[in-house]
Each structure stands twice: as C-alpha cells, then as structure tokens.
C-alpha cells in the first residue's frame, strides 16, 4: 500500500451510503442508519471521543435517534496503522491554536487526538478510578470544589464501563475501597515495570500492574494484546479497547449515524432560546441538521470554542455561559518525569508503555506541603518520542544525541500524573485568528499555581529516591511537560458556579448538553477517560429516565 | 471473531459430545476386561495395568516435552539447566513408548532409572521455579503466579516419571497374593496418585483459566471434571470393592477426563487461532497463545486412573 492509501481516510468522508468502516476488517464495512437533514433527530453529538462515542452508544440503545459528528477520519486499525511515530502523527488534533501563560501547553500529540473516537485511538489506555473522596475534595480534603456527583454513584458507572472495556486489572488493587474484580486478569510486567515494582520496594509503597484497556485474552472480535507497543500511536491489533472500537460499534448496531470528516461549527438556537441544530462543514460545504437536542463533546478545547464561537444577539458571550465559567478552569495533569540508567537490559518499548503503578501519593495525605495527589506509572517511549524529550528537555543534538540514543535499550523512568488545581485564570478563549473553516481558534492560557509546583516537587523528589533505591545512574528529571485536559465548562450544583448540572445538562439551555472531559471540577491525580465515560454512562441512564418522566 | 453466545453453544455442544464419547468407550470396553482377567491370569492384569499406566506416564512425558521445549525457547534457554526437561521428558517418552510395548513382566533397571531420574528433575524444576518467583518483586504474587516460571509446570514430569516408576513395581509383581506398593495395595496406591496428579493438574488448569478470564466457557471443564473423577476415584478406593454403581460412575467420570485432555488441545488449537493472526502466524502464537501440547496431561492422568480401577477389581477378585 501507498503512503496516500494510509491517508485515505482523511480525503473523503466514508460513512455513507447507508455504510461505514468496520474496524475489525482490513477494508470491510458494516451497515449504518442515515437521518435526514431537515427532520429533527433527538440527539445530535459533536465529538465521538470518550464523552460523545459513549453517549451515542448508550442513547442510541436506549432508542432515541443519534447522530453523532466527529472533525477526523473514520480509521481501520488493521489496515491503516503504521508501526511509524512520524506517520501516525494523522491521529492528532494538530490544528492551530495560540497557547500562552507561564507554561503554555504543547498541544497535540500528548492531550487531544482527532478522530473518530477521539483521543482514545491514541490514549495509553490507564483505566483509573477517582479516589472517592475527590468528589468531595472540597469539603473532606479542604482544595478545589465539591463534584455533585456522589463517589458511590460513580463507582457503580465505573463498573459498568470497566465491562465494557474489558479491563485488565490486578486481582487485588491496594488502594481505596473495595472493588469488583476486573473482567480481565492483569498483564505480564514488563522489565520496565518490574523496575517500578522495585523501585517502590525500595521507598516502601505498595505498588501493582495497572488497569489497562488492552485485553489480557480474546474477547468476541478482539485479540489479545501482542506487546509491541505502539499504543500511543494508534493499536493495529484491536487488543486496544478504544471508543473507535467498542461503543461505537454498538452506537451503530443501535441505530446511531456516525458522520466522520464532519466539523461543527456553530450551535444554532432558535427563538425560543433553545437549540436547534449544528451547523457543521463536511465534503467543501456547510450543511445544518436539525436536533431536539445538541450534546457538546469535543474536549476541553473545542467544547469551550464552540460554545464561545456560537454566540448569538440572545448569548452575546457565547452558549451556557451566564456563569462566564464557559473556557474558564483548565485543568491538566501535571506529567513529569524522573529517568536513568540501568545494567540490566530493559527494553521499554516492549509493551503498554505503563504496565505498572503506584497511587500511594494518591491516597495517603501524611507529611504532604501541598492539596491533591499523583500517580505514577513506569514508562515506555517509543525511538522518536525519545529523542524529543531528549532534544526537548536537555538540548541534546548531533553527537550528544546520537551517544544518548545508544543507551535506550537499559533506560528506565517513572512519570507522574499529578493533580493540578482549577484557576480561573487558565483558560480557553477565542483568539482573532481564523482556521481553514474560517471560525476563531482557540487562545489557551495555562500557568501552574503554588500547589501544583509544590506537588511537583514532592514528586520528583521521591521519584528520584525510587530511583536510587534501585541503583540507577544518570539520574536526571524532567520538569516540563503535562497530560490531559479538563474543566472549562464545569459541573455543579450552582448555575452561578457551574456550566452543566450533575446531568451534564446546560443550566441556561435546557437541550443543550455538555458530555466530555470539560465538565471535571477538579482534575484528580489519574488519567480522566474511564471517569469521562462513566459520567457518559450516567448521563444517558439520567437522560433516560428523564425522558420516562417526561422531563426532557 | 466468536461473540459470547458462540462459545457458550460451542461449550455445551461439546460437552455433550464429550459424554456421549465416554459414554460409548464405557460400553465398548466393558465385557472386554471380564475376559482378560479370567483367560489370561494375574500376570497379565499387572502387565495390561503397567502397559496403561506407561501410556499415561508416556503422554505427560509428551506435554511436558512439548511445552518445556516452547516455553523454554521462548526464555531464550538463558540458563544451561533449561534443557534438563526436555532431555529427560523425551527420555521418559521414549522408554514409556517402549515399556508400552514390551510384553515382558519383571522390571527393567533402565526404564526404572530413567523414571527415577525424570522425578528428580522434576522436583528440581519445581524448586528452581520457586526460586525464581522469590526473587521477583511482588513475591508469591498472583502477577508472579501467572507469569513468572510456572510453579505447576515441572510437576508433571514428577507425575510422567511416578507413573512410570509404579508401572515397573507392577512388572515386578506376578505371585499369587495383592501386591503393594508404599506400603497399599497397589490399586488403592496407583489410584490414590492419579486421583492427587488430576487434583494438581486441574490446580494448574484453573490458576491458567483465570488469568486468561475464563473467557471462553469451555475452560470451565477441564477444572471441574478432572477434580470429579479424583473424588469419585478417591471414593473408590475408599469404599473396597461393593460399590458397582461409584465404580462404573468413577471409570465414566475418568473417561470423559480422558477424551477431554485430547479435546482441550483442540480448543487451545481454537485459542491460537484467536490471537493476532492467527494459525498465519503461528510462529509468535504458538508461544503466545494457550500451550498446545497442555491439556493431554488429564488424558495421561485418567489412564493412570483407569489403570487403578483395573487393579482394584483385581484386588476384589482375590479379596476373599
Ligand atoms: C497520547 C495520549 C495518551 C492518553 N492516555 C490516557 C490514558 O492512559 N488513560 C486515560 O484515562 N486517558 C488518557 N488520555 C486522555 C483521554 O484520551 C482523554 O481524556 C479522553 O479521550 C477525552 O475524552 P473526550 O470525549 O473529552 O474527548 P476526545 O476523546 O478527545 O474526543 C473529542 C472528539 O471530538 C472531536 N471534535 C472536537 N471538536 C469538534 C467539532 N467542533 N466538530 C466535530 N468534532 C469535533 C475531535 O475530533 C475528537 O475526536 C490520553 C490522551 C492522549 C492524547
Ligand atoms: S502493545 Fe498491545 S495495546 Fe499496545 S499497540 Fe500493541 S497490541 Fe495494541
């Protein structure tokens, strides 16, 4: 196959026709239902990710008439995913955005993809539960706000997603209340874990193998994982459970279109002051679909630009945002990292790159100078990906580079994901640049507090001991560089001080609804996919039962 | 490639055609052995019961061989000692073939050494994974237990080579009175191992399951039917020689055991084929799906099992 053949998919839109790619066949299709334009669907979604593909998902099952739209291609894993870093830079969301502040954010590669599925295509597939009292953060751990979500609530959807998803989980988590077992056993650990296992030997933690979404057996079309570990760059097996390949498929056995190459741009509302349609472009035009109501879930970058770019003479400020909360509260993880040398031979890449864990800062407060928590999880970058951060962090190049490159193979890291604190003053804006569809990009402003760098700290400190304890050389920390995105139109129990309800439902728009990582108040110290689609699970019981009751 | 129904019917289908197979070679064999104990005497129920108990310690002999010499490939045979399995298993297998064949009672010194030998390394396996575990961060852990050095693995070369070493002590015995071997008579003795091999086995068997999830159905047989016929075969042994029913019930149980050894490679040949790629890629999967050569231990163990039940209602022609 030719280069243009793996880009294919991002030529022409392929779902139609009554059609769309089956993504457990190198070139086959599966059948789809199409709704017309100009009749009202109950639900039209923007962003198939892991807000939007898990509601559609569950909506469409539950017999409403979906349709969903996502701004990327429609992809075939086993056919279309080269085992290529530089290539399969195709899954991410690269369009131009102004980023600013005192540690302007890289986005792309690292925090929001562009595809159908959005960023689970490319997601390291940690599958984290919150600690329970984060859900209440504010009034038990004295940081941050209240979700009005209570934590049991959200365990009980976190299962429901872990089945989903198939986790490969340890038998036993050390941490937190009691959990179901996962459906799946954990994996082997590569030697990059066990290093992180000795590592927390030597510090005295507990540690374990992590949850992940890649299969530890076959499941229905699924196999295994192969441990080649080209992840993070799209799985070309399938042992990944993405959102491409679980919940949407479902979508459309339930009756959801899925229209991919599709990018909205502008909710339209009525003179009711609800909304009516999108506004979306896709094959060189607009065209605009007509839905009782419109579901926003394209990240916390574009869900706040949305919004922002929809404004209208009845919301001059941009749609749900009578709090001025709408771009506002970004949130991220903070993603750094300790690295070193080792004897023994390790081999990284071999494998999910984060085979193993420790959530100890997450759950013990003792002797803490800062709010909030961090996992870390042992590492695995790919060649190129190494050489970045080489080239990015110590500015290594020609010779030194080269030199640095020859010691991979025994290299060894430990990377937290760390819990940042929402500020109002990180946020998403709109800047006066225009993008190819001529709407306003994204201007994101993000600057860590205080706290977030005391906890980085601490971090780095003790990843440097774990380091040590197993006698690494050449020890040396990498402080930039962060993971994730969230807040920017915030849930709560407030219309003053939230964006969306515990529902997800706008409270200035009464069909208007926010379902992705946009709607976190607080960031928590783990990856946010499995809470995101955990409160895509609710959301559509909660929508469910509205509708029972008439409420919609 | 199979949704959960699929394996669901695909498990019961089979399980019913399991049955209905041992139920058959129940039928089949029956008025058979009757004969041979009257036409051909003594020495022949010892040898017809050391020639089964050498095809059981044959077959284990070949699962082991098989496997040590996959997995222990796939290790790289980073350590000399390795291919200690794969020498004496296929030692084992070999002399096991030959005692199969060998119409001759009394016992041979080198098939008794050779047998001798496969325990001892057996137990040294045993003891060689265990160390590695210990050294292994996480300990006796279930990552450990699942991935690490298989702790039950060696064993079976310790089963192949007691098989094989009871099957000489029955060569060796041809006088007029029930011959024991540790010290019981030898079908309570003969039983009473095979009933602890398809207890260990099926240990094996079910730590292997759950961690690939018991995501097909069918790996639910293999740990409730071995343990079944140890009970039943335990029972037996304990209840002498009165109770026809349990007998017959037990050497059915021990039959399916059997037949489902064989079948079991057939569904893990099902489970190759699920991987990426499948049987296309068979060189990667055959290491990294579910081992080939595993599941014909159980047959090797009923055998051992059936071979007690023909030693038992030896030991009650002669009760008096
Ligand atoms: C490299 C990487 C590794 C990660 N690893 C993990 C991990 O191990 N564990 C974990 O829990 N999380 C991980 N994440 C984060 C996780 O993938 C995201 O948090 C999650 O997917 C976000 O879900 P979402 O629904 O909010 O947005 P997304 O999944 O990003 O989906 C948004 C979708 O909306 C589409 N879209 C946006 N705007 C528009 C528009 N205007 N019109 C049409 N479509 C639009 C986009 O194309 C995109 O497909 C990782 C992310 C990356 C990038
Ligand atoms: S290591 Fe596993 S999950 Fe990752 S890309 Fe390979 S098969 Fe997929």
Redesign the pocket.
């Known amino acids: 196959m030719s280069a243009e053949l793996y880009l294919e998919a991002l030529e022409t839109p392929r779902a139609r026709g009554g059609r769309a790619p089956d993504v457990f066949s190198p070139t086959g299709w599966v059948p789809m239902r199409e709704y017309p334009l100009d009749e009202p669907v109950d639900f039209a979604i923007?962003?198939?990710?892991?807000?939007?593909?898990?509601l559609a998902a569950k909506l469409a099952e539950a017999g409403f008439s979906v349709v969903a739209?996502?701004?990327?291609a429609w992809w075939r894993p086993l056919s279309e995913f080269a085992s290529d870093e530089e290539h399969q830079q195709k899954l991410?969301?690269t369009d131009e955005r102004v980023c600013s502040g005192d540690n302007p954010l890289v986005l792309?590669?690292?925090?929001?993809?562009?595809?159908?599925?959005?960023?689970?295509?490319?997601?390291?597939?940690?599958?984290?539960r919150f600690r329970p009292e984060w859900f209440r953060s504010r009034s038990l751990l004295g940081y941050g706000v209240d979700w009005p979500i209570d934590w049991q609530d959200m365990w009980h959807y976190y299962r429901e997603v872990e089945q989903v998803l198939g986790i490969s989980g340890p038998v036993r988590y050390p941490w937190g209340p009691k959990r179901p077992r996962y459906p799946y056993r954990q994996h082997e650990l590569n030697a990059s874990a066990l290093a992180l296992a000795r590592a927390c030997e030597a510090q005295g933690i507990d540690w374990t193998s992590t949850p992940?979404?890649t299969l530890s057996a076959p499941r229905d079309q699924a196999p295994p994982c192969v441990y080649r570990g080209f992840?993070?760059t799209g799985c070309s097996t399938n042992a990944k459970q993405s959102?491409l390949n679980t919940w949407l498929p479902r979508a459309l056995k339930g009756g959801a279109e899925v229209r991919d190459l599709?990018?909205?741009?502008r909710i339209e509302t009525g003179p009711d002051g609800l909304a009516s349609g999108?506004h979306?472009h896709r094959d060189g035009s607009w065209h605009f679909q007509r839905a009782r109501h419109v579901v926003?879930?394209?990240?916390?970058?574009?869900?706040p630009?949305?919004l922002l770019n929809s404004a209208c003479p009845r919301y001059p400020d941009g749609l749900a945002n009578s709090s001025g909360l709408v771009g506002k509260n970004l949130m991220v993880h903070s993603n750094q990292a300790a690295w070193g040398l080792v004897d023994d031979e390790i081999r990284w890449y071999k494998g999910p790159?984060?085979l193993a864990i420790s959530e100890h800062w997450n759950y013990c407060d003792d002797n803490k100078d800062f709010f909030g928590g961090y996992a870390f999880m042992s590492q695995g970058p790919l060649p190129a990906a190494w050489a970045e951060t080489q080239v990015g962090n110590r500015g290594l190049w020609g010779q030194a580079l080269v030199d640095e490159m020859e010691k991979y193979n025994h290299q060894v890291g430990l990377k937290i994901?760390g819990e940042t604190l929402p500020q109002e003053r990180n946020r998403v804006s709109l800047a006066d640049e225009r993008d190819a569809y001529g709407?306003p990009i994204a201007r994101v402003s993000y600057s860590f507090c205080d706290n977030d760098l005391r906890l980085i700290n601490h971090a780095m400190r003790f990843l440097r001991g774990g380091l040590e304890g197993i006698d690494a050389r050449e020890i040396w920390s990498e402080t930039e560089g962060t993971?994730?995105?969230?807040g920017t139109a915030r849930m709560g129990d407030d219309p003053r001080t939230s964006v969306v309800n515990a529902d997800c439902r706008s409270w200035d728009i009464r069909n208007l609804w926010i379902?992705?990582?946009?709607v976190f108040p607080t960031s928590g110290g783990?990856?946010?996919?499995?809470?995101?689609?955990a409160i895509?699970c609710r959301t559509a019981d909660r929508i469910g039962d509205m509708a029972r009751r008439g409420e919609l | 490639m199979f949704s959960r129904t699929q394996l669901r019917a695909l498990a019961a289908g089979v399980t019913t055609l399991l049955s209905l197979a041992s139920l058959l070679w129940q039928r089949h064999e029956r008025p058979g052995r009757g004969r041979l104990l009257h036409t051909h005497g003594r020495e022949h129920v010892m040898l017809d019961a050391a020639h089964t108990l050498n095809r059981g310690a044959g077959l284990l002999a070949f699962s082991v061989a098989a496997d040590s010499a996959m997995e222990h490939y796939r290790g790289d045979f980073q350590n000399r000692a390795m291919y200690t399995p794969l020498v004496t298993s296929v030692l084992s297998l070999v002399i096991s073939g030959q005692g199969q064949q060998d119409p001759r009672a009394g016992n041979n010194p080198l098939r008794n050494a050779v047998y001798v030998g496969t325990i001892g390394t057996g137990l040294a396996g045993t003891a060689f994974h265990l160390y590695n575990i210990g050294k292994r961060p996480g300990r006796l852990s279930w990552s450990n237990l699942f991935y690490a050095a298989p702790v039950g693995a060696p064993s079976a070369l310790v089963l192949s080579g007691v098989l094989g070493y009871f099957s000489e002590r029955l060569r060796g015995e041809t006088q007029d009175f029930i011959p024991r071997i540790f010290g019981l008579p030898v079908g309570q003795s003969v039983g009473l191992m095979a009933a602890a091999g398809l207890l260990g086995t099926a240990l094996e068997a079910g730590l292997l399951h759950f961690r690939g999830a018991f995501q097909n159905p069918a790996m639910y047989i293999p740990v409730s039917a071995p343990p079944l016929a140890a009970g039943l075969l335990v029972a037996t042994v304990a209840a002498g020689p009165a109770y026809g029913r349990l007998r017959w019930l037990s050497r059915l149980v021990l039959r399916f055991t059997a037949v489902m050894g064989l079948a079991g490679a057939g569904f893990h040949a099902l489970g190759i084929a699920r991987n990426h790629g499948g049987w296309r890629n068979w060189r990667q999967n055959l290491q990294a799906g579910p081992p080939l050569p595993a599941p014909p231990s159980f047959t090797g163990l009923a055998f051992a099992g059936l071979a007690a039940h023909t030693l038992l209602e030896d030991g009650r022609e002669l009760a008096p």
């Not at chain 1, 792309?108 to 984290?128: E, F, I």
Request: with cysteine.
């Open positions: 923007v962003g198939t990710g892991a807000g939007g593909g898990t739209f996502d701004a990327g991410f969301w792309g590669t690292n925090n929001s993809g562009k595809a159908v599925g959005g960023s689970t295509v490319h997601y390291a597939m940690v599958s984290l992940l979404a992840c993070v959102v599709a990018m909205v741009g999108v979306y926003v879930a394209g990240y916390a970058i574009e869900t630009r949305l790159p984060s994901v709407l993971a994730h995105l969230m379902c992705d990582g946009s783990v990856n946010p996919s499995l809470t995101i689609q895509a």
